[in-house]
């Protein structure tokens, strides 16, 4: 593919890593397709460093180490100028409506690029929005949860879910991770897991009960979607809040209101991430609280075999692919 060229409010950004996300297998295998632009350039966890900027930028110079939004947004419209960059507009997504980081550069919006902290490993940066931010903000700003309450994080050996399980234990909850994976209890329990729960089948709301004195979690940050419902509505306490961040069969459920109102519960969805949550993320990344989970870091040409391993569920985090070898 030809180098793009920058416009007015881009950036040109030589990519130093790019996330291999759950969302490039489903486009890949064909799962995914609605706002897929036809020939797209996948990849939207992009880390580089800034080439050249287009005469309008004002706030990047060439030579700032940066890391990518989910989204290319436009910085004018309402939801831009009230820090939901993510949600923009006139936004396309970056790796599905418009090409991303699966290359050697790519030129985004000034609006679509945070600077990395100093002291950041280059390579890890490159999750710093997607899954790290993403799953900050479905935590802290989504399900809001504070010290002491019981989380839920399913798929919990995943991008999302290590991440997500991180982010609780950060804020001080107790944090129950379920995962499919046994072999990914001892890494689990290291990025602040308390208790590891096998998904083997066996309803393992039964289990949440079980640990919680028939009380269930207060929240619970699903990451896999259709495939674990109604495990993940049945973990609920009462006033319990499920927030939904991952889809990955695409499947539709059946749902009995009366389990929402009698549990006084809330359903809620996030995705994406804001330019000051990817902020936030860098600073808690240098404090130590949270860190980017690299399983391998793989050169751009072996993209198909990051597509097996992730279909295979192998990685523990992210993989990631360096355009540049």
Same mark, same amino acid.
């Given at each position: 593919?030809?180098?793009?060229?920058?416009?007015?409010?881009?950036?040109?950004?030589?990519?130093?890593?790019?996330?291999?996300c759950h969302h490039?297998?489903?486009?890949?295998? &064909? $799962?995914?397709?609605? #706002?897929? =632009?036809?020939?797209?350039?996948?990849?939207?966890?992009?880390?580089?460093? /800034?080439? +050249? !900027?287009?005469?309008?930028?004002?706030?990047?110079?060439?030579?700032?180490?940066?890391?990518?939004?989910?989204?290319?947004?436009?910085?004018?419209?309402?939801?831009?100028?009230?820090?939901?960059?993510?949600?923009?507009?006139?936004?396309?997504?970056?790796?599905?409506?418009?090409?991303?980081?699966?290359?050697?550069?790519?030129?985004?919006?000034?609006?679509?690029?945070?600077?990395?902290?100093? &002291? $950041?490993?280059?390579? #890890?940066? =490159?999750?710093?929005?997607?899954?790290?931010?993403?799953?900050?903000?479905? /935590?802290? +700003? !989504?399900?809001?949860?504070?010290?002491?309450?019981?989380?839920?994080v399913t798929g919990?050996?995943?991008?999302?879910?290590?991440?997500?399980?991180?982010?609780?234990?950060?804020?001080?909850?107790?944090?129950?991770?379920?995962?499919?994976?046994?072999?990914?209890?001892?890494?689990?329990?290291?990025?602040?897991?308390?208790?590891?729960?096998?998904?083997?089948?066996?309803?393992?709301?039964?289990?949440?009960?079980?640990?919680? #004195?028939?009380?269930?979690?207060?929240?619970?940050?699903?990451?896999?979607?259709?495939?674990?419902?109604?495990?993940?509505?049945?973990?609920?306490?009462?006033?319990?809040?499920?927030?939904?961040?991952?889809?990955?069969?695409?499947?539709?459920?059946?749902?009995?209101?009366?389990?929402?109102?009698?549990?006084?519960?809330?359903?809620?969805?996030?995705?994406?991430?804001?330019?000051?949550?990817?902020?936030?993320?860098?600073?808690?990344?240098?404090?130590?609280?949270?860190?980017?989970?690299?399983?391998?870091?793989l050169p751009l040409?072996?993209?198909?075999?990051?597509?097996?391993?992730?279909?295979?569920?192998?990685?523990?985090?992210?993989?990631?692919?360096?355009?540049?070898?």
């Amino acid at each position: 593919m030809p180098t793009p060229q920058a416009g007015p409010r881009q950036a040109l950004v030589r990519v130093t890593a790019c996330g291999f996300c759950h969302h490039d297998r489903s486009v890949m295998a &064909g $799962l995914l397709r609605r #706002g897929v =632009a036809p020939g797209v350039i996948l990849g939207h966890e992009i880390s580089g460093v /800034v080439e +050249e !900027t287009g005469s309008d930028v004002t706030g990047l110079r060439t030579g700032d180490r940066v890391v990518s939004i989910l989204t290319e947004a436009c910085g004018q419209c309402d939801r831009c100028a009230s820090g939901r960059e993510h949600r923009c507009r006139e936004g396309e997504g970056i790796g599905h409506g418009r090409d991303g980081g699966f290359a050697e550069y790519v030129a985004l919006s000034e609006h679509s690029l945070v600077r990395v902290p100093e &002291g $950041l490993d280059p390579v #890890g940066a =490159a999750l710093l929005a997607c899954p790290m931010g993403v799953s900050l903000q479905a /935590v802290r +700003e !989504t399900a809001q949860v504070a010290p002491e309450e019981t989380v839920v994080v399913t798929g919990a050996g995943g991008g999302l879910g290590t991440h997500a399980v991180q982010a609780a234990a950060a804020l001080g909850a107790r944090v129950l991770a379920v995962s499919s994976s046994p072999e990914k209890e001892n890494a689990l329990r290291e990025l602040g897991a308390d208790e590891v729960l096998e998904n083997t089948g066996l309803d393992f709301a039964e289990l949440v009960m079980a640990m919680t #004195g028939d009380e269930g979690a207060d929240v619970v940050i699903d990451t896999v979607g259709s495939a674990l419902f109604p495990s993940t509505l049945r973990s609920l306490a009462q006033y319990g809040r499920l927030v939904l961040l991952g889809e990955i069969l695409g499947q539709s459920v059946s749902l009995n209101p009366a389990e929402i109102i009698f549990r006084d519960a809330q359903i809620l969805g996030a995705s994406g991430v804001s330019r000051a949550m990817v902020e936030q993320t860098g600073l808690m990344a240098l404090e130590g609280k949270l860190r980017p989970v690299v399983d391998l870091e793989l050169p751009l040409e072996q993209a198909a075999d990051a597509y097996r391993l992730v279909s295979e569920r192998r990685p523990t985090g992210r993989i990631v692919l360096l355009p540049h070898g």
